[in-house]
């Protein structure tokens, strides 16, 4: 399983979590600002207690440290749009510098560190399927089956399904498992 495509399905997510705010207007950016939180903090923690630790020997600790520095400062930038929600002075330059901030991030994440993750530590990469699978699990992170069928094989998707106690697993195809799947961590 390559667990970078699903956080690069993570980062599709946010980055139109910050178009719907932008067009949104007082009172109604509130439940996208919320859900925006949600999906930064939980996605950070991923990154920070799963993938970083696991990446180091492939990627360096520079490339860990850098991207452990890039959280702290979107926490600090995100701390502030949630502060200044929905609509007091300021929002809108908060908004910004955390979108710059994640936009950074993310670029960094896609153009440098998977590239070298997906090139050099493929073991890597399946040694922190299962508990990555299980950290989003616990964070409460959902997950679409598209992106589940698009980052697996028949065979990953079979063993986390089985790990996830997912009934009658063994005789479901790829669709049917990344959707029993989804639906479980949903």
Do not use: C, W
């Not at 923690?45 to 400062?73: C, I, N």
């Not at 926490?75 to 502030?80: I, V």
Request: zero cysteines; charged letters at 35%.
């Amino acid at each position: 399983m390559d667990v970078t495509r699903i956080l690069e399905t993570d980062h599709r997510e946010v980055e139109e979590l910050f178009a719907k705010i932008e067009q949104a207007e007082g009172k109604s950016r509130q439940p996208l600002i919320d859900e925006l939180a949600t999906s930064l903090r939980a996605h950070m923690e991923l990154e920070e207690r799963v993938v970083y630790p696991a990446m180091q020997p492939v990627t360096g600790k520079e490339d860990v440290e850098e991207g452990k520095t890039e959280h702290d400062l979107a926490r600090n930038s995100l701390a502030e749009v949630v502060e200044l929600a929905p609509d007091t002075p300021g929002f809108g330059a908060a908004l910004a510098a955390l979108k710059a901030g994640i936009s950074h991030h993310v670029e960094d994440e896609e153009d440098d560190v998977f590239p070298k993750l997906r090139k050099d530590g493929a073991k890597v990469l399946e040694e922190m399927a299962t508990p990555f699978m299980k950290k989003r699990m616990e964070l409460g992170m959902p997950m679409g089956a598209d992106a589940l069928a698009a980052s697996s094989s028949k065979e990953e998707l079979l063993a986390e399904a089985k790990g996830a106690d997912v009934e009658g697993a063994a005789s479901m195809n790829k669709d049917e498992l990344a959707g029993a799947l989804a639906e479980k961590m949903s």
